[in-house]
């Protein structure tokens, strides 16, 4: 499997299953969707991972090719 592809599959991955997560859990909490709001969160923890994976990794790379 290309190296690359899964640079790019990861965060998708990662968004769709959070976001399904975060939409079940609010439903199961408030009896409501709330969609944009997980969105948002959503996106948030994902930047915030990827950010942070890139500090942590051992080669730094400062653009994908």
Do not use: C, D, G
């Not at 990861?10 to 709330?34: C, D, G, K, W």
């Not at 923890?45 to 790379?61: A, G, N, P």
């Amino acid at each position: 499997m290309n190296n690359l592809s899964f640079t790019y599959k990861r965060p998708i991955i990662f968004i769709v299953l959070l976001y399904i997560v975060l939409i079940a859990f609010n439903y199961a909490n408030h009896n409501q969707f709330n969609w944009f709001e997980n969105l948002i969160k959503t996106l948030f923890i994902v930047v915030f991972f990827e950010i942070m994976m890139w500090l942590f990794s051992s080669k730094k790379t400062t653009s994908r090719k």
